[in-house]
Structure formats: C-alpha cells, structure tokens
C-alpha cells in the first residue's frame, strides 16, 4: 500500500536496517529490496547473484 511505501522509505531512510525491515513487513530480504528499489531507494537488485545491490549514499555495513 501507499502508507506501507511511505513507512519503508522513513524507516529506511532513517537507518533502519534491511533485516530489521524484514522482520517489521514479513517479508524476504528480496522482496524489501526490490521495493526499496522501485521506491529509488537504492540501485535495483539482480537474482543470483549476478549484481549486488548498491545502496545510494549508504555503506553496505550500515544495512545488515
């Protein structure tokens, strides 16, 4: 929903990390960042491996 985008870019935005944003919407660490990155967020995601995600701004440490 609108209001669930809108409350995964605050909580992202203010640090929260990707695990954490798992466990808060029941969702895979795929489908977060796949959001995330719809949302602009971060770089988009590729699927086995073939890209890592690049998160904008952010040290890959600070998210995990």
Same mark, same amino acid.
Do not use: C, N, P, W
């Given at each position: 929903? #609108?209001?669930?985008?809108?409350? +995964?870019k *605050?909580? %992202? =935005? *203010?640090?929260? #990390?990707? /695990? =954490? +944003? *798992? !466990?808060k %919407?029941?969702r895979?660490?795929? &489908? $977060?960042q /796949?959001? +995330?990155? #719809?949302l602009?967020? $971060?770089?988009?995601? %590729? &699927?086995?491996?073939? !890209?890592h &995600?690049?998160y904008?701004?952010?040290? =890959?440490?600070? $998210?995990?």
């Amino acid at each position: 929903t #609108k209001e669930d985008d809108a409350l +995964l870019k *605050q909580l %992202f =935005e *203010q640090g929260v #990390k990707v /695990s =954490e +944003l *798992q !466990k808060k %919407f029941v969702r895979s660490r795929g &489908s $977060i960042q /796949s959001r +995330l990155a #719809k949302l602009g967020l $971060i770089d988009e995601v %590729f &699927s086995y491996g073939v !890209k890592h &995600s690049t998160y904008m701004q952010t040290k =890959e440490s600070d $998210i995990y």
